[in-house]
């Protein structure tokens, strides 16, 4: 293995933007860094075509939130925002990151979305996981890697998940990685127009879609997760243990 190459991490997670990660599975991402876990993100994009901020404050943000999530590492693509596509040219650095960091998990973005470069970059990632595989890829130069198992996160849809994960222990440190994007959020009191995120009531609609899944489960708040795979129950005694509520 080269020496150029990273230590290998538990877990991988792509964003279509920087912030994705952070708000659709923050919780994720802290419940692995307290159990002992090496993280890492991959950005597609550098979110340059977003309403309100820019690359260079998104830069700075992305810093601060990767700090507070304890990675191992972070690197961006440095592909188009809104303008991925499901091509193999767009595909190969994708393959490439996997190869390079080597994960168990790779964490990403679910199909089902409405914002055509989560949809696009879900699918990217699905033929760079299979990809990263074959050693003899067009355009690849490292060796192949097969992970454990691909995870979707949900963003602006959420499908039947295939697991629900208990972020209660980590919420507050969850929202402050998310706020970190300040500029997104409409936490800096910057300039650009209102989104789905950069208003008043976001926070509270936030805080409800997590406590929805996280009732689920008999917990406080909880992130729904998406694989195409059974998933194996150790102990399904500890597994369905009561959380303090009634699940609903």
């Avoid at 590492?73 to 994708?94: F, I, K, Q, S, W």
């Avoid at 996160?153 to 300040?182: K, N």
Wanted: glycine residues 10%; proline residues 7%.
């Amino acid at each position: 293995m080269s020496a150029d190459l990273p230590e290998p991490v538990d877990v991988l997670a792509f964003g279509p933007h920087p912030d994705d990660v952070e708000l659709c599975a923050g919780g994720f991402m802290l419940r692995c860094r307290d159990a002992g876990y090496r993280t890492a993100i991959v950005d597609f994009t550098r979110g340059e075509a977003g309403t309100r901020g820019n690359a260079a404050i998104r830069a700075r943000e992305t810093e601060a939130a990767s700090a507070l999530l304890g990675l191992a590492g972070r690197e961006n693509l440095g592909l188009p925002d809104a303008g991925l596509e499901v091509t193999h040219a767009m595909t190969v650095p994708v393959v490439e990151a996997i190869r390079r960091w080597r994960p168990r998990i790779v964490l990403g973005p679910c199909r089902d979305d409405r914002h055509p470069d989560h949809i696009a970059a879900a699918l990217l990632l699905r033929g760079a996981y299979y990809g990263a595989t074959i050693a003899r890829m067009p355009g690849t130069t490292l060796p192949p890697h097969r992970p454990d198992a691909l995870i979707e996160y949900f963003g602006h849809l959420e499908p039947t998940p295939s697991f629900v994960l208990d972020v209660t222990e980590v919420w507050e440190q969850r929202w402050a990685v998310a706020a970190c994007y300040a500029s997104q959020l409409g936490l800096d009191g910057g300039e650009g127009g209102e989104t789905n995120i950069a208003s008043g009531e976001f926070r509270r609609r936030y805080e409800s879609r997590f406590a929805y899944w996280g009732a689920r489960i008999g917990a406080q708040f909880g992130e729904p997760f998406r694989v195409d795979r059974a998933v194996p129950v150790d102990d399904p005694v500890a597994a369905f243990r009561k959380r303090g509520q009634a699940v609903l």
